[in-house]
């Protein structure tokens, strides 16, 4: 019998820390149309998720008690994007590769056999933190009643393409995302790369400029409908919302 091949990583969500989940549904819900899926605490902050069409996700965390990371990012950025998460097969293999290319591994914790994760820090990892998840095969079901907040009569969900950034260079963002993270890339616009992984919904697509800082730029999403409010919503949530045509 031959051995199954092993899956491939996977793009899993884009995390956002608000000062509060209950802010968020007014636009996840309201303007983009996601599915509340699952809401947890988590020590020294709280998260929970949202779905839309095609299998995005998007991840609100919330800073609890009187510090942690959420409370210092809160303080030091506002609103916005915090992290970038991978389901990745093999959580070792991935921290070894990372380290070949001259990543330093943070946080790793293998405490939880059905969670294992580590993360890339941003000031390496082109202005964000990479957040690197090996789940295992079983799992507690979800607890039924831990559903994010959503809205009365809310519109069609609309597409998330994935995250634009901005990066120094093509080569730094081809060593982290096609290297270290197993990424297939083309060609995108203004002379752009895009990098997707095989079965997830999302991408990130980089534009190059030296002379600006490194990060997040925008969630890109698509519609069939007409999007309303989307420069106000995108401030609320500290990121742009940039619908784009295409996948």
Do not use: N
């Not at 506002?78 to 093999?90: E, I, N």
């Amino acid at each position: 019998m031959g051995v199954l091949p092993m899956p491939p990583i996977r793009l899993d969500h884009i995390a956002i820390a608000l000062p509060r989940i209950a802010d968020a549904p007014s636009v996840l819900v309201a303007v983009l149309g996601g599915v509340p899926e699952r809401m947890q605490p988590s020590g020294v902050f709280r998260w929970a998720s949202w779905v839309y069409t095609g299998g995005g996700r998007i991840e609100i965390l919330e800073p609890v008690g009187v510090d942690g990371f959420v409370h210092r990012f809160l303080a030091a950025h506002g609103p916005g994007v915090h992290h970038v998460t991978f389901k990745v097969p093999d959580l070792d293999a991935v921290c070894r590769r990372a380290e070949r290319h001259g990543y330093g591994i943070v946080g790793r914790d293998e405490s939880d056999p059905s969670w294992k994760e580590a993360f890339l820090h941003p000031k390496q990892a082109l202005g964000i933190v990479v957040q690197l998840a090996e789940a295992g095969t079983t799992s507690l079901p979800a607890d039924p009643g831990a559903i994010p907040p959503g809205v009365p009569d809310a519109p069609p969900s609309v597409r998330i393409l994935g995250l634009r950034m901005r990066v120094h260079s093509s080569e730094r963002a081809l060593t982290q995302w096609r290297d270290v993270l197993q990424a297939e890339v083309e060609d995108g616009p203004m002379d752009g790369l895009t990098f997707r992984w095989p079965g997830s919904p999302m991408r990130i697509l980089v534009t190059v400029d030296p002379t600006a800082a490194e990060g997040p730029l925008a969630i890109e999403l698509a519609s069939e409908r007409g999007l309303a409010g989307l420069e106000e919503a995108g401030a609320r949530l500290g990121i742009r919302l940039a619908p784009r045509s295409g996948t």
